[in-house]
């Protein structure tokens, strides 16, 4: 099961880490991937992690959110800097494509 944590409330132009809890074996299998669900709007996709390692974000994430991983402790982080108030929604981890049951998620406020 994965699960979500670390969102809360932070000002335009903070930060925030949020973590998935994720093992290594489970990350080589499937990879892994970070979605959010703004206010009345639809699931989406924010960034993901190949089996291997490898990448990528949407663009308007591009620069500002990292996604790394804590094999130490099982977890794959999205580390998000430069925090707007667009990203306020709801973040959830899932395999790419989504196919795995959905979380709770942990909501992520961006409001002065």
């Known amino acids: 099961q994965l699960v979500e944590s670390g969102g809360g409330l932070v000002q335009p132009g903070g930060s925030l880490r949020l973590s998935c809890t994720a093992s290594a074996t489970f990350i080589r299998k499937y990879g892994l991937a970070w979605y959010r669900q703004a206010p009345g709007k639809q699931r989406a996709l924010v960034g993901s992690?190949?089996?291997?390692?490898?990448?990528k974000y949407v663009d308007s994430v591009k620069g500002r959110f990292s996604m790394s991983r804590d094999s130490t402790n099982d977890m794959v982080h999205l580390q998000m800097s430069s925090l707007k108030t667009e990203d306020t929604a709801v973040y959830y981890c899932?395999?790419?494509?989504?196919?795995?049951?959905w979380g709770q998620g942990t909501q992520v406020t961006v409001s002065s």
């Open positions: 992690m190949t089996s291997n390692g490898i990448t």
């Open positions: 899932n395999v790419p494509g989504g196919l795995f049951p």
